[in-house]
């Protein structure tokens, strides 16, 4: 700023010696009318020549000796207004001191108070659009984490409606999938410990009033050994619901207790049919085998368990002198068994059901027909940590057919 005071100083010291006859007072007034700058010219004994009509001009004593004396003088002290220089003007061999200094402008003074004002109006509509904008966000994280706190205290009915379809409308969309599946589970927490208490209980009660009929003195041989025949029966039935369930859990906390090994699944399933044949054979049902070798690489302990149950089923609810059907075959690189029988069937609408555990079909609650409702479930269990699917349909003429399809290897 200083340099171009200068500059311009120059400028008019060169203008006012190239103006021949020009007198220097009137000259010096008419360039401070139209000048940008406010100048003021001091004479050697450091009076003020030119009229002040705006910004006064007002160096220090000492300063104006040493422009007078020649010197050119900047960082003059100006009481904290534009910077101000002084230049040498000798004028026919008199002395003079031009001191030059940027006037404020109005304009510019008026346009600073207007942006000071828009600035000051752009923040306070801006800090208040920032406030809604957090409200706007907040609230929905204060509705979340109400719903989160009244979801750990067991109420798994909350639900969080929103119409948001950002990243906080996704949030509260898997927030509101996570409750529905906790109450799912807890349902079937509820329901397995009422399917459990029952299946438990009805054993024990017959063993028990069973127990307190045998202490009657006047019974016969006969009805004694019915009682105690009923009683073994209902324990071992106890028994069983104990160890399924403890096999049942133990696959669900170690789902990778996978051994696998290589073996011909044909082989087993003969194997199976054999251990069963007192049991089909007893009811009369023909079994027939239809099995392609297939080798597989599993866990033979845990497949043998899903057979035994699928054939067992089968038995169980096939009729005398009823049919089962057992296929094996490859399809692309998975293994396929298939088990059918001409027995009651299945309801469509419970075919997805039967593989919970103590699910029981209606028409397989009869009590003549033994079962605690768990082996289906071990068997889906063992099929899962196997990588592989297992359904349950309708066979043609009646009956039912479960497919299990198994990896040839797992992981394949």
Same mark, same amino acid.
């Given at each position: ?16 010696? /190239? /103006? ?25 004994? +450091? ?41 040498? #003007?000798?004028?026919? +061999? ?23 004002? $828009? ?47 950002? $990243? ?25 410990? =009422?399917?459990? /208490? ?53 696959? &669900? ?6 051994? /696998? ?17 007192? &049991? ?17 690489? =599993? ?31 490859? $399809?692309?690189?998975? =293994? ?21 555990? #103590? ?11 033994? +079962? ?41």
């Amino acid at each position: 700023m200083e340099n171009s005071l200068l500059s311009n100083g120059e400028q008019i010291i060169q203008t006012y010696r /190239s /103006s021949v006859g020009t007198e220097l007072i009137p000259f010096m007034n008419n360039v401070s009318s139209i000048s940008i700058y406010a100048i003021q010219l001091f004479d050697a004994s +450091g009076k003020p020549l030119l009229e002040d009509k705006s910004e006064p001009v007002v160096p220090d004593a000492e300063r104006i000796r040493h422009v007078l004396a020649g010197t050119v003088v900047r960082d003059i002290e100006n009481d904290g207004r534009y910077p101000m220089v002084g230049l040498p #003007f000798p004028v026919d +061999g008199k002395p003079y001191a031009l001191f030059v200094m940027l006037k404020s402008n109005e304009l510019w003074m008026q346009s600073n108070k207007e942006v000071s004002t $828009e600035l000051l109006t752009v923040f306070l509509v801006g800090s208040f659009l920032i406030l809604a904008a957090t409200r706007f966000i907040v609230k929905p994280l204060l509705r979340l984490r109400d719903a989160a706190g009244s979801l750990a205290q067991g109420n798994f009915d909350v639900k969080i409606r929103t119409n948001r379809k950002d $990243e906080i409308g996704q949030l509260n969309a898997s927030f509101n999938e996570m409750a529905q599946e906790l109450a799912k589970l807890d349902r079937m927490r509820r329901e397995f410990v =009422a399917n459990v /208490s029952h299946e438990i209980q009805s054993p024990l009660t017959s063993i028990s009033g069973f127990a307190k009929a045998m202490k009657q003195k006047r019974m016969s041989e006969e009805s004694r050994m019915y009682y105690l025949t009923i009683i073994e029966e209902e324990s071992e039935r106890l028994s069983r619901i104990s160890q399924n369930l403890l096999r049942l859990s133990s696959l &669900q906390h170690d789902p990778y207790s996978v051994h /696998s090994t290589a073996f011909r699944l044909d082989e087993q399933l003969r194997k199976v049919v054999i251990a069963l044949e007192p &049991q089909w054979s007893g009811k009369e049902i023909a079994v027939e085998l239809d099995l392609k070798p297939v080798t597989v690489h =599993a866990d033979e302990d845990q497949l043998s368990q899903v057979w035994m149950n699928l054939l067992g089923n089968g038995i169980k609810f096939t009729p005398v002198r009823g049919r089962i059907c057992i296929r094996s075959y490859t $399809e692309g690189r998975s =293994a396929v068994v298939c088990i059918m029988d001409n027995g009651i069937g299945i309801p469509e609408d419970q075919r997805t059901d039967i593989f919970k555990p #103590f699910h029981k079909t209606d028409k397989a609650r009869d009590r003549a027909v033994s +079962g605690s409702g768990l082996g289906l479930s071990i068997v889906k269990q063992i099929v899962d940590m196997h990588e592989g699917e297992i359904r349950a349909d309708e066979e043609s003429g009646g009956g039912s057919v479960f497919t299990v399809k198994l990896p040839i290897r797992k992981g394949l």
